[in-house]
């Protein structure tokens, strides 16, 4: 079985070279579509010996990754974007998923470097070469409307996931998605598809999760309910719409709303990694509300899915404190900053408890890194916890 490499780019000079080393030993071919660079995207590209075809961008991703599909010949497709890069230790369990002859697709996990609220979704990214597989909705475009229908025509056909981490992914970093010039032309690409396709789940959900993060929360409720509505969806559907319920009635402080579609969340049967951020959020939810033990038992579930979850130790730390158990949360302090270097909260509230513990010197050392950081992003928050300390009589 063939194995292609299709991409669609647009001035990713700086992303493309680790994204098509990744794939190297991987692809028999690489297809990629120049959506119009002016930097030297074209050439590196170039240099891996990928064939380069160039499309008028039309904010529509679906249209121009149908339009790359044309020039594929593999038996297999691989998409990825070019600030993504595939993991090496996945390759051998893709190489031998693509030779089940009745295997359709493939779900990839994919971690969200930088993220700090969900850091894995699974994402169809690897699917049999096929006619009637193309990519729907100009936003979030995926082949899973396709997929469907094929397979209610041909039932013979599999879908697998593989609960491995398959892709790391940069471009969920805080300063990226938070971009509100991105926002906006999302939103508004998004409602122009679901003014023409209102019963449309997939794009009522992502829409309306995209209005809470804009801070439009009566317009995201409302289109994420009417989403629910929507019969027969898929379960990791039903978790990403219960789960940005979830959080919005949690930001309007309405905990028993906010827990019972975390708890919707929760129910629906898919691989763990999906349910981490579910549960964290949940485990916040329950600390603010003084559930101590229910907290923590949602916090070592996070920890347990993924023990390397930085915000997973500090909420855990921070549970822990309340329960009085200041050694246990000191612990958690320090693996957080270990595993996340430049974590001011993590860092001041160690320097808090080394402070109640004692240990003068070791808390100082925490509070001058938590003030080098803050100043850089919060520096109201750094001046702040240096008038506290000088206030107690420490010169930080």
């Known amino acids: 079985m063939q194995l292609s490499l299709c991409m669609i780019v647009k001035d990713e000079a700086a992303n493309l070279p680790s994204c098509l080393a990744s794939v190297r030993d991987l692809v028999e071919e690489i297809v990629i579509l120049d959506t119009g660079s002016v930097d030297e995207t074209v050439a590196i590209a170039q240099q891996f010996g990928a064939q380069v075809y160039h499309f008028p961008w039309g904010h529509d991703f679906a249209a121009a990754r149908n339009e790359a599909l044309k020039y594929v ?3 297999w497709v691989l998409v990825l974007d070019a600030d993504e890069v595939l993991v090496p230790e996945i390759i051998p369990y893709l190489q031998e998923v693509i030779q089940g002859e009745e295997n359709l697709v493939v779900n990839l996990l994919r971690y969200e470097l930088g993220s700090e609220d969900a850091p894995y979704s699974e994402i169809t990214r690897l699917f049999r070469r096929h006619p009637q597989l193309y990519f729907t909705h100009p936003y979030h475009a995926g082949i899973d409307d396709s997929v469907m229908d094929l397979i209610h025509q041909e039932p013979h056909w599999k879908i697998l996931s593989i609960p491995l981490v398959a892709i790391r992914h940069t471009g969920y970093r805080p300063e990226v998605i938070n971009d509100r010039q991105k926002l906006a032309s999302a939103k508004t690409v998004m409602e122009g598809y679901a003014a023409i396709h209102p019963e449309d789940a997939y794009t009522n959900n992502k829409l309306g999760a995209l209005y809470l993060q804009m801070g439009e929360m009566e317009a995201g409720i409302k289109l994420l309910q009417q989403a629910l509505q929507t019969p027969h969806l898929q379960p990791p559907l039903l978790l990403e719409i219960n789960y940005h319920l ?6 309007l402080r309405e905990a028993d709303r906010a ?12 691989i763990p990694h999906l349910k981490l951020p579910v549960y964290h959020n949940l485990g916040i939810l329950l600390l603010d509300g003084g559930d101590l033990e229910t907290a923590k038992t949602a916090f070592e579930i996070v920890l347990k899915i993924d023990p390397d979850f930085a915000p997973g130790h500090y909420n855990l730390g921070a549970t822990l404190k309340f329960m009085d158990d200041y050694e246990g949360a000191i612990a958690c302090y320090l693996r957080a900053v270990d595993l996340q270097p430049d974590y001011p909260e993590a860092y001041q509230s160690l320097g808090v408890l080394l402070l109640l513990s004692g240990q003068i010197e070791a808390s100082m050392q925490a509070f001058n890194q938590a003030i080098a950081l803050h100043q850089e992003s919060n520096p109201k928050e750094a001046k702040r916890i240096k008038q506290e300390l000088a206030s107690m009589g420490f010169m930080p």
Do not use: I, P, R, S
Request: charged letters at 20%; hydrophobic letters at 35%; proline letters at 0%.
């Open 73 to 75: 010949h593999g038996d």
């Open 246 to 251: 979830g959080n919005a009635y949690a930001k």
């Open 259 to 270: 827990a019972g579609y975390y708890q919707a969340a929760l129910d629906q049967e898919v």
